[in-house]
């Protein structure tokens, strides 16, 4: 089965830069979209950023575009969210989720779509 290991959360100030990884195995990278997810104290958890199985598409929401890049290593059997311009909104654990069933160029953004999760890793951005 799959199993995601998330690390590189942490503390940081505004304006500062997190970069966080996501370990797969039990799958090859290249079978997956993965995405990443956050959620907030008293809030649902959001969609931030995904990316398709074949590399070609990556989607973000909205109030991370511009600041947040998803990337992938295939060879490494991992994807990367460079964070950076960070505010305090961003504060959240983070949670990396794979789509074992994607379309090639498919980037899902609700929870249901998809069939594995990380443990997650917190994010904090002081004020």
């Known amino acids: 089965q799959v199993q995601l290991v998330e690390s590189g959360g942490g503390l940081v100030q505004p304006g500062g830069s997190l970069r966080l990884s996501c370990a797969a195995s039990?799958?090859?990278?290249?079978?997956?979209?993965i995405a990443w997810f956050r959620q907030a104290p008293g809030k649902e958890r959001e969609f931030v950023a995904g990316i398709s199985k074949s590399g070609v598409s990556t989607y973000y929401t909205d109030s991370v575009k511009g600041r947040f890049t998803i990337s992938r290593d295939n060879a490494k059997n991992t994807v990367y969210l460079q964070m950076n311009s960070l505010k305090p909104e961003d504060t959240a654990v983070y949670h990396c989720?794979?789509?074992?069933?994607?379309?090639?160029?498919?980037?899902?953004?609700?929870?249901?779509?998809?069939?594995?999760w990380g443990q997650g890793t917190q994010v904090t951005v002081s004020s």
């Open positions: 039990g799958f090859t990278l290249d079978q997956l979209a």
């Open positions: 989720a794979a789509d074992s069933s994607p379309g090639w160029g498919t980037v899902a953004r609700e929870i249901y779509e998809y069939d594995y």
